[in-house]
């Protein structure tokens, strides 16, 4: 859109980018198919790529116009790349999408309009089909609506690939923690919702998202996800407390908890059943079961870290929450 340079955005889309040459090419180029009337911008926040990266977004720069490259590298971590976007928006609705997959049709119109109607709002995930015999998770969270967790009922979550904050709310609770190394769009997410603000969930705003594959790529993306997990407990145990209204011990994650991740209890018993289940790999063909062991045993070895108990706890908030927002 001609003049986008010079108008005020009306919209700013923040892309975290880390070593993300071999896939960013493809959120780029949905991107550019988007052509929304109204001003708007991309902003390419690199978190210290060595592979090219910077420069690969300066040439698309050459044809999107829209698009600007943000030194994000100060600090390490897709939260602080993020609020390094953040930080440069001239928008006051912010757009949230990752480097490594795909927006659909009209994204950036509907997330505008969404925003227009919502504080914060979370669109549709829709998984890329993976080759039959590559080892790859096949379920996907935030297909149908929001993300809840057991441990804090009440509230609900969403994935930062396909979230849009106005800026104003994103800037009262201090934008995403820069300190997490996973769950930092679950922890923002909550964070709102104690604030007073409610999420809300959007299916026409669809994000196409690439799963890892590989045996080692699946396990170490539930391994980061179950430290993570383990971490959210502990951070919001008071606000855990609160909720039960109950002088017992906060849950210590030795339930069953859901999540984007699925749901995995990590008593002795399930961890034992794991381990079982992951000598069994060799005997399996279908690629689909071997990710689902591969992922259960990482997430279950990620549960096993536990947080430092000078880690800051959130406070529960003065009154009762009801985290969705009503379409």
């Not at 959210?232 to 109950?246: D, G, K, M, P, Q």
Request: charged share 25%; net charge positive.
């Amino acid at each position: 859109m001609s003049g986008n340079e010079a108008a005020v955005p009306e919209l700013s889309v923040i892309v975290p980018a880390y070593d993300a040459a071999g896939t960013i090419e493809v959120q780029l180029g949905a991107l550019l198919e988007q052509r929304p009337e109204h001003p708007w911008e991309v902003l390419v926040c690199d978190n210290g790529s060595t592979d090219g990266t910077p420069d690969l977004v300066r040439r698309w720069g050459r044809r999107m116009p829209e698009l600007r490259l943000v030194d994000a590298s100060a600090v390490r971590g897709p939260g602080a790349a993020r609020n390094a976007g953040a930080a440069v928006a001239r928008s006051s609705r912010l757009a949230f999408c990752d480097a490594d997959d795909r927006v659909g049709p009209g994204w950036v119109a509907g997330m505008r309009r969404a925003l227009d109607a919502h504080d914060v709002v979370a669109g549709r995930f829709e998984t890329v089909p993976t080759p039959r015999h590559r080892v790859a998770v096949t379920w996907s969270p935030q297909e149908h609506g929001l993300t809840t967790l057991d441990f804090l009922p009440g509230f609900v979550t969403a994935g930062a690939g396909n979230l849009g904050v106005r800026s104003a709310a994103f800037r009262s609770v201090g934008g995403f923690d820069e300190t997490a190394a996973t769950r930092e769009d679950d922890d923002l997410c909550l964070r709102l919702q104690i604030a007073g603000y409610r999420l809300a969930f959007d299916p026409a705003l669809v994000l196409r998202v690439r799963r890892r594959e590989g045996v080692l790529a699946v396990y170490r993306q539930a391994y980061a996800y179950g430290v993570g997990s383990r971490w959210l407990e502990y951070r919001y145990a008071l606000v855990a407390r609160s909720l039960v209204r109950s002088t017992a011990e906060v849950p210590r994650g030795d339930g069953i908890v859901t999540t984007r991740q699925g749901s995995v209890s990590t008593s002795p018993a399930r961890r034992a059943a794991a381990a079982r289940a992951l000598r069994k790999v060799a005997r399996l063909w279908n690629p689909a079961d071997i990710a689902d062991v591969v992922w259960r045993a990482g997430w279950s070895r990620g549960r096993r870290v536990v947080p430092p108990a000078t880690m800051p706890q959130v406070a529960p908030p003065d009154r009762s929450v009801d985290g969705r927002d009503p379409a």
